[in-house]
């Protein structure tokens, strides 16, 4: 007789099965342009959070492996063609890279989905958005090739002023955006000249793979983009590996710290965009119904795990129970459930640790005296998704600025509704934060909903919706990051400046 767990397991392989992926079981690294065996035995399950089912797995690389990537990125920075190649050229690779990318958006999407949980209705944008970054840095061009002569201010010699690529750049991902926090980084460090070794979030280790296809068939020399699997451990080894000039890591707070005191350590330039505890302000005059148009997009994206998101709305005390019924009524309205459906807005958490967290972040809000209006718990589904590890959609009310749940993030599909009395209140709530990312303000006049956006003090702030802008630079303030990405500012960070001081009359 079969067991109702071993049908459960059946059913979880043939949803996998069914999709028909490229790529499951991997035994490679890419180094010097090609897929190559690697050296470290030993696996990792890449696990569905819908199902707990694990229908993949990657190597866990070692340091041989991780030497083999480096010196890959270094014989092609010091003696191959890309660095010497013109910036427009460079450029043209970055074009054709994302017309190769693009036809990959389903088994892209598909991966990416059973990796981390993300629902289809994200991940199937993917593939479009990062051939959007590579095709705009590649707008940049010429910003490398202009000239930059700087005239003395003594009229006794002139200065040329050279763009030189940084170096060997690691570029470490988060798990929650796998692709496009990968590309962000990757294509203003192609474009500058510089070579690269990805290390991949341990949850999601075969979607970036596409991004090696695209870039393979668009012609990219050998060497230039190298990726190795592995722990945190390899990151932390990655970070401080003698061969490496330059560092850029998406992630926590925590791990950012670590990483940026071995920065300091090494005197090795780093970009960190870290975590987030952003804030809506909802000012009295706001429209609540095109508050709740783009409520989940701003606040609860990607099932709450985006570090930008504003996950505290702060609302006038007037208006606060109409506010509360307003985004009940939506959240409860967005389909959880199959991230693989196209319908579904909330999928399951990314691991079952990240739902051990969520879950016990809306149990210490119980505990400090918050309302549980809606969800509040593990959610519960048929199987195959009996296992996943699912949290409701939650709404906490009457929670005030001092409580756990407003002060640290909580990376899940949590709300927390604060009032205020008056703006002042509001934006000095906003502002009491050690983070410093994203926030929102909705408003009915835009001018004054403007105003008060200039007084919030983080590093993007949107006015009645939130988006990210691929010419604006996106970084955060105090724990949320150092540097930025995105925009001429995003490049200028993998550059090195060169002054070269001439008689004017060398010209």
Known sequence: MTSTTAIDRRQAADRVDALGLPTRHADDIFVDGVWTTAHSAQRRAVVD??????????????????DAAVASARRAFDSGPWPRMTPSERAAVLLRAADRLEPLARPLSLTNTLENG????????????????????????PLLEADDVRPAPSHTHETVVRRDPI???????????????????????????????????????????????????????????????GSGALGEELVRHPGIDKVAFTGSTEVGRAIARQCGE??????????????????????????????????????????????????????????????????????????????TVFGPSASAAQ?????????????????????????????????????????????????????EEIFGP?????????????????????????????GGDERTALAVAERVDSGSVGVNFFASNHAAPFGGRRDSGLGVEYGPEGLHAYLTYKSIHRRASLV
């Not at 990968?182 to 510089?194: D, M, Q, R």
């Not at 508050?291 to 504003?310: D, E």
């Open 49 to 66: 959070p819908a199902t707990a089912f694990e229908w993949g797995s990657v190597p866990v690389g070692d340091s041989e492996d991780l």
């Open 414 to 442: 949590v709300l927390t509704l604060l009032r205020y009395t008056d703006v002042d209140e509001a934006v000095g709530i906003a502002n009491a934060t050690p983070f410093g990312l994203g926030g929102v303000v909705f």
């Open 167 to 229: 170096g060997v750049c690691a570029v470490i991902a988060p798990w929650n955006f796998p692709i496009n926090l990968v590309v962000v980084k990757l294509a203003p460090a192609l474009l500058a000249g510089c070579t690269v070794v990805i290390k991949p979030a341990s949850l999601t280790p075969l979607s970036v793979r596409f991004i090696v296809q695209a870039l393979a068939e668009a012609g990219l020399p050998a060497g230039v983009v190298n990726v190795v699997t």
């Open 266 to 343: 090494l005197l090795r330039p780093v970009t960190l965009e870290l975590g987030g505890k952003s804030s809506a302000i909802v000012l009295p005059d706001t429209d609540s119904a095109a508050m709740q148009g783009v409520l989940l997009r701003s606040c609860l994206r990607n099932t709450g795990q985006t570090c930008y998101i504003s996950t505290r709305l702060l609302i006038p005390e007037p208006r606060y129970d109409e506010i509360v019924d307003a985004v009940v009524h939506t959240v409860e309205s967005a389909p959880q459930g199959d991230p693989l459906d196209a319908t």
């Open 355 to 407: 739902q051990r967290s969520v879950l016990a972040h809306i149990d210490s809000a119980r505990a400090q005296g918050a309302t549980v209006a809606l969800g509040g718990g593990a959610a519960e589904f048929d199987a195959p998704f009996d296992r996943g590890f699912f949290v409701q959609p939650t709404v906490l009310t009457d929670v005030t600025a001092d409580m756990d749940v407003a002060r």
């Open 118 to 141: 993300t629902p289809v209705a994200e991940t199937s944008e993917a593939a479009a958005n990062a051939a959007s970054i590579f095709r705009y840095f590649a707008t940049l061009a």
